[in-house]
């Protein structure tokens, strides 16, 4: 056993033993914190490990001393110094990940992402994110929960109707070229894009093939209202939340929404991918 998943076994035990103290049951637990209660039971029985937010309102529900806390928050920042790859992260599985990002998500009110590789998360079909968990368990190795994992982002994508959030999303027009998956499933995909167009409270913009770039498409990241930005690169997963780590991608997304199309415009390229699309052989 590795001493990473040794700790975070030290870690369940012990918010366990608080819950237990406070005579609460799992599900008592995540009532109060507004969780599903299959995270307290992943966290207890080191399945997840728990970002330091969740240890802070664990703590506050069973009413912990001051200096528990501090320890259990200095253990927990230790292990997720440990588990910024993106190997260790799958070791739980794609599903508890996306419950992960669910979390997160749900203490968000404004949505910033840039995506150059994949079509962003909260709009994939069913059938598109099929693909891309396969693809992705083949190169980090992980368990075998890709319809869990699925079924769980489509509950994410909930959060999109939620008039009281507001999503800006930049992706280029590559990504919708980018054959991640068969013709008719990118069919579907580009179907499903059209539609969120329309939503309120999405912006929805692309960068078409002809637009000046104001820099090289690198890495994705999320911008987590104004104060947490997320990068994926293909090794780590990096949390950065030093203010001035925030500015400089708040004005990199402004950059790229400067040169990128909108409503009509956006659908147009959109349509435009679709037919050809169409003229091509199913597969």
């Not at 309102?57 to 440990?82: H, K």
């Not at 739980?92 to 669910?102: C, K, N, T, V």
């Not at 994110?129 to 982002?153: G, P």
Request: hydrophobic share 40%; charged share 25%.
């Amino acid at each position: 056993m590795s001493s990473f998943q040794q700790a975070r076994i030290d870690l369940g035990a012990q918010l366990r033993q608080l819950r237990e103290n406070a005579h609460l049951s799992g599900k008592d637990l995540a009532e109060r914190l507004g969780w599903q209660p299959s995270k307290v039971s992943r966290i207890e029985n080191a399945r997840q490990t728990a970002t330091e937010d969740d240890v802070v309102v664990w703590t506050q529900a069973v009413r912990a001393g001051p200096e528990t806390v501090d320890g259990l928050i200095a253990q927990t920042v230790g292990l997720l110094e440990q588990q910024d790859s993106w190997r260790q992260r799958h070791k739980s599985g794609l599903a508890a990940l996306q419950e992960d990002i669910r979390d997160l998500e749900s203490r968000t009110k404004l949505f910033r992402v840039f995506e150059p590789g994949v079509v962003i998360g909260l709009l994939q079909t069913a059938e598109y994110a099929r693909h891309i968990f396969s693809k992705v368990r083949r190169l980090y190795e992980t368990t075998d929960d890709i319809d869990a994992a699925i079924r769980v982002r489509m509950q994410r994508q909930e959060i999109l109707y939620d008039p009281s959030r507001r999503f800006r999303f930049i992706m280029p027009e590559s990504v919708l070229r980018y054959r991640l998956a068969p013709s008719d499933v990118m069919r579907g995909q580009l179907d499903r894009l059209l539609a969120v167009t329309t939503l309120p409270n999405v912006e929805f913009g692309i960068v078409p093939f002809e637009a000046p770039l104001p820099a090289a498409l690198v890495n994705a990241f999320w911008i987590y209202n104004d104060s947490m930005v997320g990068v994926a690169t293909r090794t780590k997963d990096l949390v950065l939340r030093d203010p001035d780590d925030v500015a400089f991608y708040a004005q990199a997304f402004e950059e790229f929404c400067e040169v990128a199309a909108y409503g009509d415009a956006a659908r147009a390229v959109i349509v435009r991918v679709l037919d050809d699309y169409g003229r091509q052989s199913p597969g």
